[in-house]
């Protein structure tokens, strides 16, 4: 996490959690002119259009107010989804045996993409289980790591009538 990402994460954090959410993680993107101020909130009775409308009213007048980002920006107030963002070892090791997809922020063994189950977390550093061989990835290493929805199948299947 870059140390701006950090500022603003110790900065919006106390709103969000005094709002009875979860702060998730955000991510700060510089795209040109017009950056990107996400915030990934969660709650265990879910998230609607209404708890994301309530964070980014207090939100943005704390920024009015701080004005910690220099230049235009947009603010956007969202829930994890079903491909949930995984920000810090505690969300790692929270979704053991799940698959997640990770993308590092230099080349490891010469590649920065890594998919697969987790199969441990320890410290700092998570194991990717990738194609039956463990991948061990340091967390300051990691730039960007979601979950991967998994599907059931639901029915009886049979097309027997």
Do not use: W
Not at 31 to 46: A, E, K, M, T
């Amino acid at each position: 996490m870059s140390s701006k990402t950090a500022a603003l994460q110790a900065l919006i954090e106390p709103i969000v959690t005094g709002l009875t959410y979860e702060l998730v993680g955000i991510e700060f993107l510089l795209q040109g002119r017009r950056s990107v101020l996400r915030i990934y909130i969660d709650h265990p009775n879910g998230i609607g259009l209404e708890d994301c409308e309530a964070v980014s009213h207090q939100v943005s007048g704390l920024l009015d107010v701080e004005d910690p980002i220099s230049g235009e920006y947009a603010l956007e107030v969202s829930s994890p989804g079903m491909d949930r963002p995984l920000f810090t070892v505690a969300q790692f090791r929270q979704y053991l045996g799940r698959i997640a997809q990770v993308r590092t922020k230099l080349p490891l063994d010469g590649r920065r993409k890594f998919k697969g189950v987790i199969a441990a977390v320890a410290d700092d550093e998570i194991t990717l289980n990738v194609d039956g061989v463990d991948c061990r990835l340091a967390m300051e290493l990691i730039d960007k790591a979601n979950l991967v929805p998994e599907f059931k199948a639901i029915g009886g299947g049979s097309n027997d009538e």
